[in-house]
């Protein structure tokens, strides 16, 4: 490798960590907020936090690495074009097919990393944060019951609180049960607290009132009551017995056993999506670098930057990227139609060979020229 490629593969490596740490703070911060609430008003220590915060990193990191590949190759090469660096290997006779070298094996070694990522290390962060999720479940407050929110634990039932005490006393309770097609129930208390025992678990209310709908006669009966059970249990188990998600399968089994994914409840589409998605989404980092570095390519160096190159490197990132979201759809709703989730990268790589192949020309013209002018006697 030349001093040259070693050197512009070193810029682009540092700027990639720089702009993936940011950008992986900026989503932690964002996220950690109302992970940080839940977990805390449910009665969870601080280590509990920690552990679900560390658990969704890998996750984070593989949503933002190709965005950052991205973002660090456009720095570095206006910074190159900025300070002349570029121009003066275009000077001494390299073409951006040779430039294009270090970005390829930038891309490369960025697709090995999320490819790690994305194959192993991702999927097992994904079960063990649904593990631990089921054992917080347990904790009937912290899982059901979120202060200032209504919750739908069950398809029929609406849950409010306003406010949770230290000693586990809910506070000006609101239930809406609408599961029985004959009548709808409301209860509304002042307190409740969660009652276990060996028959289920069960929510008693203190000091409210109920109101019985009736659907039939459309009436509505009221009671005031000191206190009144509401049996929570299947509300209870349907939390703690939740099956794993496709993405906490590990990779190698979904390409060795898709059928025994689909007898477990899984879709033929979503696993085909989901595979492929872990395949393809590494070697997108070869593309949007790729796309970046020749998008700039096209523009005319100048010390002011090249603007009008960035936005449209911006912008060609914005239609890759819902290219992408827009084929995996097609992946996940029909199995057969797998290699549209390889569309986007192809189209990336013929996008960056296409300006290459254009940024090329004028700049073997201008050494021609600028040969000729040399041979000619003043």
Request: charged share 15%.
């Amino acid at each position: 490798m030349k001093r040259f490629d070693r050197y512009m593969l070193w810029q682009l490596l540092v700027a990639f960590g720089f702009f993936a740490l940011v950008m992986v703070g900026v989503f932690w911060v964002s996220r950690s907020v109302t992970l940080f609430d839940t977990l805390i008003r449910g009665g969870q220590p601080v280590i509990v936090f920690l552990e679900f915060s560390a658990l969704t990193l890998p996750t984070l990191i593989r949503t933002v690495a190709p965005v950052a590949a991205f973002v660090a190759t456009l720095y570095v090469i206006n910074r190159m074009s900025r300070e002349s660096e570029i121009i003066v290997m275009i000077a001494t006779g390299a073409s951006p097919w040779q430039l294009a070298r270090p970005v390829l094996l930038f891309g490369l070694v960025v697709a090995v990393m999320m490819s790690l990522l994305t194959w192993v290390l991702r999927p097992l962060s994904v079960q063990q944060l649904e593990l631990r999720e089921s054992e917080v479940a347990r904790d009937i407050t912290a899982q059901l019951l979120t202060p200032g929110e209504f919750i739908h634990p069950i398809s029929g039932v609406t849950l409010y609180l306003r406010d949770l005490n230290e000693d586990g006393t809910l506070r000006d309770v609101f239930i809406s049960d609408q599961r029985d097609p004959k009548a709808s129930y409301t209860f509304m208390a002042s307190e409740a607290f969660i009652l276990r025992t060996r028959g289920g678990v069960s929510l008693v209310m203190l000091d409210g009132l109920s109101l019985q709908q009736t659907n039939a006669t459309n009436s509505l009966a009221t009671t005031r009551f000191e206190d009144v059970t509401y049996d929570i249990t299947e509300m209870v188990l349907r939390a703690e017995n939740r099956g794993r998600s496709i993405r906490a399968v590990p990779t190698l089994e979904l390409m060795q056993s898709p059928d025994a994914l689909v007898e477990e409840g899984f879709r033929t589409g979503e696993v085909a999506a989901e595979l492929h998605e872990r395949i393809s989404l590494p070697l997108m980092c070869i593309s949007v670098a790729m796309v970046a570095f020749a998008t700039l390519m096209l523009g005319s160096f100048s010390r002011f930057g090249l603007w009008p190159q960035l936005l449209g490197a911006f912008a060609l990132l914005i239609g890759l990227e819902a290219l992408r979201s827009f084929m995996l759809s097609f992946v996940s709703g029909a199995a057969e139609l797998w290699a549209l989730a390889y569309v986007p990268l192809g189209a990336g790589i013929a996008l960056a060979a296409l300006f290459l192949r254009v940024a090329g020309r004028p700049l073997w013209r201008r050494s021609a020229d600028a040969a000729e002018t040399t041979a000619t006697p003043v």
